[in-house]
C-alpha cells in the first residue's frame, strides 16, 4: 500500500560482522547492532520507546524473547513487536514500526534482528505432527527447496547455469560488504559452482544458506524527530505490501506460483521510480517495500522472502536495495 503521509523515515542503520560458531548469543549481537546504530546516529538510549524483534532461530524457544530482549539491551518501550515470518521480519518490523507511530504508541522505534543459529540451534520446522506432515527424509530448509525447485523443472525446465550465476552473483556482492564472514571474501566462478556437490538435486552446496550469526539494526522515527535529535540523512518508505501463506485457501496449491504476483502490484503501481529534485542537502531515499512469507505446512518450512526498491528524491540514479537479515543471508555464500 502507498504511505498516505511522507512523515516516516529510516534514519540509521547498522549491522555486526557476520561469522560462523561464534559463541556468542543473540542477546549479545543484539547489543553490539544497538551500541553500533547509536554511535552512528548520536540518538541517546533513552529516546527509543518502540522495539521490533526478529525471532531467532537461537532463541525460538523463548517465547518471552522479545521482553527478554528489552531486559538485555536496557530498554522501557512503550511499543513492543515480536516478528516470526523469516527473512521478511525486518522489513516487516519496519512497516509496522511506521504503523505504532502514526498510532502514537511510540517516536523512536529500533527493528532488531539478532541470532546465532551456527553457535545454538534450537528451532523445530515440525509442521503439525512431522510423521504425518513431513516428506520423508527432508532434513531442512536445502531439501525442502529442492522439491520446489525440482517442481518448477518438471514445469518448466531449469539450467544449471542459471542458478549458478544467482550463486556467483550473490558472492560478488558480499566481497563489497565488510562485514561479510571472512572465509567466503573470494569470488566463485561457474567451475567452482558446477564441481559443488549436489544436497538437493537440482540444488547445490553453492546454493545453500550457511547459518551464521550476526545482527542488524534499523532507526525508524518521524522526519520532524530525526532532524531534532540531529539527524540529516535518511531514506523515506512510500508503500508496503504482505501475504502469508499464499493461496492458503487451496488444498493444493501450485507451489511454483509466487505471492509476489499478488502483493508486487500492490506496492510499486502508486510509487513510480522516477527521479524526483527535493531541496534538501541530506539527500534522503524513497523505498517501496512488498515481502512475502508462505508456511509450508507438507513441507515442514516457512518460505520467505523481500524485496525493496528505493525511490531517490534528489537527483540520483535508481537503486535497488536488499535488506540483509542473519537468519536469512545469503551474502556469505
Given at each position: 500500500m ?9 534514519a540509521?542503520y547498522s549491522?555486526t560482522?557476520?561469522?560462523?560458531k561464534?559463541?556468542r548469543?543473540a542477546f549479545d549481537l543484539?547489543?553490539e547492532?544497538?551500541?553500533k546504530l547509536?554511535?552512528?546516529t548520536g540518538?541517546?538510549?533513552d ?17 518471552f ?8 539491551l536496557?530498554?522501557t518501550?512503550?511499543?513492543l513487536?515480536y516478528g516470526g515470518?523469516?527473512g521478511?521480519?525486518?522489513?516487516g518490523?519496519?512497516?509496522?514500526a511506521?504503523?505504532?507511530i ?10 532488531l534482528?539478532a ?5 545454538a540451534w534450537r528451532?523445530n ?8 506432515q ?10 525442502t527447496?529442492?522439491?520446489?525447485m525440482?517442481r518448477?523443472n518438471?514445469q518448466?525446465?531449469?539450467?544449471s547455469?542459471a542458478?549458478g550465476?544467482?550463486a556467483i552473483?550473490?558472492?560478488e556482492h558480499?566481497?563489497h560488504?565488510?562485514?561479510?564472514y571472512a572465509k ?6 561457474m567451475?567452482d559452482?558446477?564441481?559443488?556437490r549436489?544436497?538437493?538435486?537440482p ?8 547459518f551464521?550469526?550476526g ?7 518521524t522526519e520532524?524527530?530525526?532532524r531534532s ?6 531514506v523515506?518508505?512510500?508503500?508496503y505490501?504482505e501475504v ?5 485457501n ?6 511454483t506460483?509466487?505471492?509476489f504476483?499478488?502483493?508486487?502490484p500492490?506496492?510499486a ?5 522516477t527521479?524526483t529534485p527535493?531541496p534538501?542537502a ?5 523505498i517501496?517495500?512488498a515481502?512475502?512469507?508462505?508456511p509450508r505446512?507438507n ?5 520467505a ?6 525511490k531517490?528524491v534528489c537527483g540520483e540514479k535508481?537503486?535497488?536495495t536488499?535488506?540483509p537479515n542473519?537468519n536469512n543471508s545469503?551474502?556469505?555464500l
Open positions: 502507498a504511505a498516505k503521509k511522507r512523515d516516516i523515515v529510516i540509521g549491522e560482522a557476520i561469522d560462523f561464534t559463541g548469543s543484539g547489543g547492532a544497538l551500541a547509536l554511535a552512528g540518538v541517546p538510549k529516546a527509543i520507546d518502540g522495539l521490533s524483534v526478529t525471532t531467532p532461530l537461537s532463541e525460538c524457544p523463548n517465547p524473547f522479545a521482553v527478554y530482549m528489552t531486559e538485555a536496557g530498554l518501550p512503550t511499543w513487536n515470518t523469516g521478511c521480519s525486518a522489513t518490523g519496519v512497516a509496522r511506521a504503523s505504532a502514526r498510532d502514537g504508541h511510540c517516536e523512536v522505534v529500533v527493528v534482528s541470532d546465532a543459529p551456527s553457535t528451532a520446522y515440525g509442521a503439525y505432527r512431522s510423521e504425518f513431513d516428506p520423508p527424509g527432508v532434513q531442512g530448509p536445502p531439501a527447496f529442492g522439491l520446489l525440482s518448477y518438471h518448466f525446465g531449469i539450467k547455469e542458478l550465476k544467482i552473483t550473490q558472492r558480499a566481497l560488504n565488510e562485514n561479510a567466503f571474501k573470494t569470488p566463485i566462478t567451475a559452482y558446477e564441481k559443488s549436489v544436497i538437493a538435486d540444488l547445490r552446496l553453492l546454493d545453500c544458506v550457511m551464521c550469526d545482527a542488524n539494526a534499523f532507526l525508524v522515527t520532524e524527530k530525526a535529535l540531529g539527524i540529516t540523512k535518511m523515506f518508505p512510500t508503500a505490501a502469508t501463506n499464499f493461496n492458503g487451496q488444498p493444493l496449491s501450485e507451489i506460483e509466487t505471492g504476483s499478488a502483493i508486487a500492490m506496492a503501481a502508486p510509487v513510480p521510480l527521479a527535493a534538501r541530506a539527500k534522503p531515499v524513497e517501496a517495500a515481502k512475502y512469507a508462505r505446512a513441507a515442514s518450512s516457512l518460505a522472502c523481500c524485496a525493496v526498491a528505493a531517490p535508481s537503486q535497488t536488499a535488506i542473519p545469503k551474502t556469505t
